[in-house]
């Protein structure tokens, strides 16, 4: 199935962030806005932020960004439910095969995740940062990454130059990100690609 070189944006923050219009995702969309693209959808409830995956699904756009506060653990929402990454992976099942996932949530991108989530879904990718991240930086560093990849090529992302851009907004913003993509070669189904000279990467 072709799909359409868009992103939808899910996006739930905390009460503070609500209060404060520290809104990640809208600044996001802006930048997308000027590449053409369509992008942009708040939830506060697990019920909603399930319900937009399934919009996303129907979209059938090629990427997904999740906004949210996370931990080794998993995500949780506005309202403060709790979803771990083991459920979150099942949740994306349906939709992810063959698009990536870009997950702008703090330390939740990691070698458990990945192996629950690339094989139970067929995503190419998820990326995400590897520590925790201040707003400002996560939106700066997220819009850069997706004006660069679009004013490249407005069609989509190729790997190699994707991971060549998030190399060069990890170095300027001081963003330590997490790359994990599909390798059906590999006897646990992903790869982690290096971004960082100095990270070391047991090899499968």
Known sequence: MVTIPDVLIIESLDPDDEGNGRFEGSVISNMLRFH??????????????????????????????????????GMVTTNLEEIDFDELSDLLK????????????????????AAHLIPNTGCFSVIGPEDDIHFHKAAIFWASVYHLMFSKDSKGFNRP????????????????????????????????????????????
Not at 61 to 67: N, T
Not at 166 to 192: C, I
């Open 161 to 204: 130059h994707l991971k060549e851009m998030l190399r060069k907004a990890s170095k300027l913003f001081e963003v330590n990100v997490r790359y994990f993509s599909k390798a059906p070669n590999l006897k646990q189904g992903f790869r982690e690609d290096v971004l960082h000279p100095n990270r070391k990467i047991a090899t499968p």
């Open 36 to 73: 053409g693209k369509s992008p942009k959808r708040y939830v506060r409830t697990r019920d909603e932020f399930e319900k937009s995956l399934k919009e996303f699904g129907e979209s059938n756009y090629r990427y997904l960004h999740v906004s949210a506060h996370g931990d080794q653990e």
């Open 94 to 113: 349906p939709f992810l095969n063959n698009k990536r996932l870009f997950l702008s949530a703090c330390a939740m991108v990691h070698e458990d995740f």
